[in-house]
């Protein structure tokens, strides 16, 4: 089984930043990789980045291009979104999710998710 615990989220006004961090243990996966997702409320799960763990390959959805950056820590199997110049858009929980193989931007492609950290951008 995978366990995934995600920090770092909270209250910011428009243009701050926030540093996500996702941990995870337990994973037993010779090639996987880790995405970040966010749910606003009456909105559907979207796709916000991904790594592929072991190549450093990254991929992000057009919403956050530019502001967002997506790493790695592998000796501590760690995940981290550095999210900067924030707008009210990008509040939503934040989610961690992993699955084996190479990246996807699909939820249904992840099989393990934490469970979620609040972003609240202000106006």
């Known amino acids: 089984q995978v366990q995934l615990v995600e920090s770092g989220g909270g209250l910011v006004q428009a243009g701050g930043s926030l540093r996500l961090s996702c941990t995870a243990s337990?994973?037993?996966?010779?090639?996987?990789?880790m995405g970040w997702f966010r749910q606003a409320p009456g909105k559907e799960r979207e796709f916000v980045a991904a790594?592929?763990?072991?190549?450093?390959?990254?991929y992000y959805a057009d919403s956050v291009k530019g502001r967002f950056t997506i790493s790695r820590d592998n000796a501590k199997i760690t995940m981290y979104l550095q999210m900067n110049s924030l707008k009210p858009d990008d509040t939503a929980v934040y989610y961690c999710?992993?699955?084996?193989?190479?990246?996807?931007?699909?939820?249904?492609?992840?099989?393990?998710w934490g469970q979620g950290t609040q972003v609240t951008v202000s106006s």
């Open positions: 790594i592929n763990w072991n190549s450093g390959s990254t």
């Open positions: 999710a992993t699955k084996a193989g190479g990246l996807r931007v699909g939820a249904l492609q992840y099989d393990y």
């Open positions: 337990g994973r037993t996966f010779s090639s996987y990789a």
